[in-house]
C-alpha cells in the first residue's frame, strides 16, 4: 500500500505510522476501495489501539466543529450517521451502524471508547472511524492530513503540560 503523506521527521515512528495507516485507510474509503481498506486497517490493528483512537477522534471532532461552526445537535450527528451509512453500505453489505455511531457519540465524550471498541471488536469499530472521518471529509470538502497533523499536535500539546 502506499504510504499517505509525509509526516513530519520529529514525531515518533508510531505517531507517523498511525498518520499514513489513517490517511491511507481514509483515502481508500473516500474511493470505496475495500481491499485497500481492509489493508490500511490491518496496519492500524498493529498499531497501539488507543493512541490510533484518540487520533481518530480528535480528527472526528475537529471535523464536526468545522462542519457545524454554531455547534452541533443530536440532528446533525443523526444527520451525519444516516450520511455515512447510506454511503458505505453500497460496498460494505455487513456494516455495522452501531459502530459508526458508537464511534460519534466515543469522539465526542458521550460514551467511553474503549467500552464501545471492546463490545463492538476493535476492527470493526476503526473500519467504523475510519468511514466517519471520510464521509466527514468529503463532506466539508478537504484532505484528511491537516487534520491527522493537527490531531496529533493537539495530543503532544495536551502530553507535555504539567498537571498541578
Request: glycine residues 10%; proline residues 4%.
Amino acid at each position: 500500500m502506499r504510504r499517505g503523506g509525509n509526516w513530519p521527521g520529529e514525531w515518533p515512528t508510531t505517531a507517523r505510522q498511525i498518520s499514513a495507516a489513517t490517511d491511507d485507510a481514509i483515502t481508500a474509503a473516500r474511493a470505496g476501495a475495500r481491499e485497500q481498506l481492509v489493508e490500511a486497517l490491518d496496519e492500524l490493528l498493529e498499531l497501539p489501539f488507543e493512541q490510533v483512537t484518540i487520533v481518530h477522534a480528535g480528527v472526528v471532532r475537529a471535523l464536526l466543529e468545522d462542519l457545524h461552526p454554531d455547534g452541533f445537535s443530536g440532528d446533525d450527528i443523526q444527520g451525519a450517521l444516516t450520511r455515512v451509512a447510506g454511503a458505505a453500505i453500497t460496498w460494505l453489505p455487513d456494516l455495522d451502524v452501531t459502530a459508526l455511531a458508537a464511534v460519534l457519540t466515543g469522539s465526542l465524550g458521550l460514551t467511553e471508547m474503549s467500552d464501545d471498541a471492546q463490545r463492538i471488536g476493535q476492527s470493526d469499530y476503526l473500519r467504523s472511524a475510519v468511514l466517519v472521518m471520510a464521509d466527514l471529509l468529503t463532506a466539508a470538502d478537504v484532505d484528511g492530513k491537516g487534520y491527522i497533523r493537527a490531531a496529533i499536535g493537539e495530543i503532544a500539546r495536551a502530553e507535555t503540560i504539567e498537571m498541578p
